[in-house]
Nanobody, 124 residues
């Protein structure tokens, strides 16, 4: 079973940057679309980003588009989320996800695998 382990969260001031990484435990990861969700306190879980298995297609939510950049390194079984121009509204727990589909989906129920989450806090 694929296991996902996130890293790179932390505390940053508004306008700053963080880079999240998600390492997958198996090479089958290369066949899966991957992505990120986040959950802020008292709010519903929110789709942030998805990158297809080939890396050729990437989607972002409107709330992070033009500020966040996703990439994947199949040799390292790792996906990254570069977060720039961070805002206090970006605060939350960020979850790495993987779906058995090779193409992206916005729907959380289609992501079979979830990491444990990493906290991102943006101070004003």
């Amino acid at each position: 079973q694929v296991q996902l382990v996130e890293s790179g969260g932390g505390l940053v001031q508004a306008g700053g940057s963080l880079r999240l990484a998600c390492a997958a435990s198996e090479r089958t990861f290369s066949n899966y679309a991957m992505g990120w969700f986040r959950q802020a306190p008292g709010k519903a879980r929110e789709f942030i980003n998805c990158i297809s298995s080939s890396g050729g297609t990437v989607y972002y939510s409107d709330s992070v588009k033009d500020r966040f950049t996703s990439s994947r390194d199949s040799a390292e079984n790792t996906v990254y989320l570069q977060m720039d121009s961070l805002k206090p509204d970006d605060t939350g727990v960020y979850y790495c996800v993987a779906t058995r589909l090779s193409t992206c989906t916005w729907f959380s129920h289609e992501y079979t695998f979830w990491g444990q989450g990493t906290q991102v806090t943006v101070s004003s």
